[in-house]
């Protein structure tokens, strides 16, 4: 139980397009997910926290308008990155709560811009 | 502000020897503490959390974490190690607030069991 899933779980894109990653529930409902940022050797940066039908909370620093979040269902989050720049290369991490104290992660998502 | 500390960036024991991963952390009352780990290009797994009750938590693949108050610790042990435990590890904490907490993330330990 509690699995998460990413898609897609590496893409490579040109600089200036945009790129949507998906993270799914696929076995329990979650109100808030999160989205993490890993720089290689890194430990996880918090960017925001997705709670279903309303606004994604941004960390400090975190630029809304380049990282768009949608959390239309209890099931599914998706994080846009908008016209990216090789500085967005990185790996995205989500986590699904259950509401049950524990964020359960999905296998993450390569983003390489170039 | 809550921080989770964890002070050796690498840890390299011998297969069949015990491990510890060590852990502190910081914050406002009573914390829930989480260890995670993370193979090569993966999302992390979750491998246990101290909520409350016994100070002792055993988790996945034999690894147990032991919570210490007063030392404000939480350090991940397994009594023999096997080379497949090879991984990087990550300490977190969150505030007691129910669902939905921000986990605080240690900056991660690099196991590596040889044989």
């Known amino acids: 139980g509690a699995v998460v899933s990413q898609h897609p779980s590496r893409v490579i894109c040109k600089s200036g397009t945009s790129v949507k990653i998906e993270c799914r529930s696929l076995?329990?409902?979650?109100?808030?997910m999160f989205w993490y940022r890993q720089f290689p050797k890194q430990s996880l940066m918090l960017m925001a926290t997705?709670?279903?039908?309303?606004?994604?909370?941004?960390e400090q620093g975190v630029e809304k308008d380049k990282f768009l979040i949608n959390h239309a269902s209890l099931t599914l989050s998706t994080l846009t990155v908008t016209s990216a720049h090789p500085e967005d290369s990185s790996f995205y991490i989500c986590?699904?709560?259950?509401?049950?104290?524990?964020?359960?992660f999905g296998p993450g998502t390569r983003l390489l811009v170039l | 502000a809550q921080s989770v500390a964890q002070p050796e960036d690498q840890v390299n024991v011998a297969e069949g020897n015990p491990l510890t991963v060590k852990c502190t952390y910081s914050?406002?009352?009573?914390?829930?503490l989480f260890w995670y780990v993370q193979y090569p290009n993966r999302g992390l797994q979750f491998l246990l959390k101290?909520?409350?009750?016994?100070?002792l938590v055993k988790g996945s693949y034999g690894f147990e974490a032991e919570f210490n108050k007063s030392q404000t610790s939480f350090h991940l042990k397994k009594p023999s190690a096997l080379v497949s435990d090879s991984a990087l590890f990550f300490c977190?904490?969150?505030?007691?607030?129910?669902?939905?907490?921000?986990?605080?993330f240690g900056t991660g330990t690099q196991l590596k069991v040889e044989l």
């Open positions: 997705s709670n279903e039908g309303s606004k994604a909370t941004y």
């Open positions: 977190a904490v969150s505030p007691i607030t129910g669902g939905g907490n921000k986990l605080t």
């Open positions: 986590s699904a709560d259950p509401g049950a104290e524990t964020q359960y």
């Open positions: 101290y909520i409350t009750g016994d100070n």
């Open positions: 076995d329990f409902q979650a109100t808030t």
């Open positions: 914050v406002s009352g009573n914390p829930y």
